[in-house]
């Protein structure tokens, strides 16, 4: 919640109502008493003499926590991150307090009253919503009034960095030029199969190696897994299902498909009589059942001509259409069927059905096999679940629960927390497995709904802390980086000589590709450290090629760059280039003022 507040800081300034609301009594009452920062509690670090306490670190641990973003799992990394932050925090609030920087309880009491997670649906401050949002976030109202305090500064202080910083007009020019540039050149690349011999790690390479990359070789922490699985699906699949069920299903589900219809209409009012009409009806009933054509009936009888020229014929009807009376009768037919006579507001109709737009049969048959097949096996699905729920929570094992229900006992190989594949990998399930019930206690977990037809158990079989793995474990693949860079320096190194022999002027015998005018945005299907490359090269001068080189992937390629090109102005694309170039120029001296402060802060952890 205070990021989002933080994201609309910029716009603060014209939500707020001119005038003072002063609101500071209603909004934190007695538990104004209760302070965030109290002073109880170790210290985990000090910034220039004023403490950090643990209280502060363990609730901005936890808020990050109850915000979803980060994983409980990660509880150990994200300390260490919320202590770094708040000792940013700590540098820049002391700067902005030495620099004069300041925040009126009026102002504070305005922007908070104006912001919208705090309103009503009329707009209005609602106190009760306001000490609900932030119980939620773990913040007491005189809490979180002083982090707005905090973070208004910070912003303040942070926008007035960023305001200060400016570029030149003539800067403006010379990087829209170059965002624009187009460059030639040719590229040739030399992969392995060029270099004189094959290279080969030693044992002393290895081992440096592995000494300088040890993090790389950490095996997390790992689990091997017993689990069972109670499949409504899979009990489905051994279900026989007739045809002429098969059929029904068909018809039911295609009931409401639209349908092609005829209809004979007849009028009454002014010229003839309802019964006259229905008289008339009738008299077409008759000759239907004496073999006469519908469309025959429908050109002599109906009043509705510009159909009758069409036999009857409506075209596509969807229901809902035509009304209540007429969709009754027309979707309680079948193909060739004529309905009773039917009465709308323009008249009493006899009805065709003359073709249904329905999927076909066999296309839908296998879905339909499928779906009567789980719902004949729904009570005896719910029945298995309730039985695992029942024996997983008392049983010391899976084996015995698995026997019981007739499932299969399956295992798991080693996996980590973020390493599970198929349905290990289901949400909420690594949770279940590295809790402190399941791998501290040794219990079967809950059962977990994978979706509605899926209840899963599982159960820690073994169990191994994160540890680095060995060198002698490790080897083949220490051994496989420390040969793809050594083959990487070699390739830059017989690189650099074919450069130096073309720099001298002289031929050399390469599988030149052409690029022509590439520019920054159109890559023309290079990859991007190969176009960094070519545009980091200085301009060619005369007829002279400019070459590089650069590592690509597992190979070398060689760049003559021959000429540097203008481009076209595109006006969208160098306003969005300027404005990102500014925006990164007021990140890096807000970057640059954080490490300045902190080089010079007594920190003591």
Do not use: C
């Not at 309103?119 to 306001?130: I, K, P, V």
Request: proline letters at 2%.
């Amino acid at each position: 919640m205070l990021q989002s507040i933080r994201d609309r800081s910029r716009s603060w300034g014209a939500k707020i109502i001119i005038g003072a609301v002063v609101v500071t009594m209603a909004l934190f009452g007695v538990e104004s008493l209760v302070g965030l920062f109290g002073n109880s509690g170790d210290e985990v670090a000090e910034v220039n003499g004023e403490p950090i306490m643990r209280q502060e670190l363990e609730l901005a641990v936890q808020r990050a926590i109850r915000s979803g973003q980060v994983p409980p799992e990660q509880e150990r990394a994200l300390r260490a991150q919320m202590l770094d932050q708040l000792i940013t925090d700590r540098v820049l609030r002391q700067y902005a307090e030495e620099g004069g920087l300041h925040f009126s309880e009026e102002q504070l009491d305005q922007i908070i009253v104006s912001l919208p997670e705090f309103q009503d649906q009329e707009g209005r401050f609602d106190s009760d919503l306001f000490r609900n949002r932030l119980a939620s976030a773990g913040y007491t109202p005189v809490g979180f009034r002083e982090q707005l305090r905090q973070d208004m500064q910070q912003q303040q202080l942070q926008q007035g960095l960023a305001f200060s910083d400016f570029t030149l007009e003539s800067e403006r020019e010379r990087l829209a030029k170059l965002q624009r540039q187009t460059r030639t050149f040719r590229h040739a690349a030399i992969d392995a199969a060029s270099l004189d011999e094959e290279v080969a790690a030693s044992e002393s390479q290895i081992e440096a190696y592995y000494e300088q990359h040890q993090e790389a070789f950490r095996r997390p922490e790992q689990v091997r897994l017993e689990y069972v699985v109670v499949d409504r699906q899979a009990m489905a699949a051994e279900v026989e299902v007739d045809e002429a069920a098969l059929r029904d299903a068909w018809r039911e589900a295609t009931a409401d498909a639209d349908r092609r219809l005829s209809h004979i209409m007849v009028t009454f009012g002014d010229e003839r009589s309802r019964e006259e009409a229905v008289s008339r009806l009738e008299e077409v009933q008759a000759r239907l059942e004496e073999g006469e054509a519908f469309s025959e009936l429908a050109a002599e009888f109906s009043d509705d001509t510009v159909s009758a020229e069409q036999g009857g014929d409506l075209g596509v009807v969807s229901r809902g259409f035509f009304g209540e009376a007429f969709d009754e009768a027309a979707f309680s037919l079948g193909e060739g069927e004529v309905s009773g006579i039917v009465e709308t507001d323009n008249g009493l109709h006899l009805l065709k059905v003359t073709g249904l737009e329905r999927e076909a049969f066999a296309e839908m048959r296998d879905e339909l096999r499928r779906q009567l097949a789980r719902d004949a096996v729904s009570d005896a699905f719910n029945d298995k679940v309730q039985q695992l729920i029942d024996e997983s929570f008392s049983a010391d094992d899976l084996s015995s629960v698995a026997d019981d229900l007739g499932l299969e006992l399956e295992t798991s190989d080693w996996i980590s927390r973020e390493g599970a594949e198929g349905v290990l990998a289901e949400p909420g399930v690594m949770s279940q497995a590295f809790s402190d019930d399941v791998l501290g206690e040794g219990y079967n977990s809950e059962v977990i709904e994978l979706d509605s037809d899926r209840r899963l158990v599982l159960r820690v079989a073994e169990h191994r802390e994160a540890t680095t793995l060995p060198l002698t474990e490790v080897r083949d693949e220490v051994r496989a980086e420390v040969e793809a860079e050594l083959r990487r320096e070699a390739l830059l190194a017989r690189a650099d000589e074919l450069v130096t022999t073309l720099r001298d002027g002289e031929s050399v015998e390469l599988d030149w590709q052409q690029a022509e005018a590439v520019s920054r945005q159109q890559s023309q299907g290079l990859s991007r450290t190969l176009m960094d490359a070519a545009f980091r090269l200085p301009a060619p001068e005369g007829e002279t090629p400019t070459y590089g080189r650069v590592a690509d992937g597992d190979r070398a390629v060689i760049i003559a760059l021959e000429s540097v090109g203008e481009g076209e102005i595109d006006e969208q694309v160098e306003q969005f280039v300027a404005s990102m170039a500014e925006r990164l120029r007021a990140q890096a001296a807000i970057q640059g003022l954080i490490e300045h402060l902190r080089s010079e802060a007594e920190i003591r952890r």
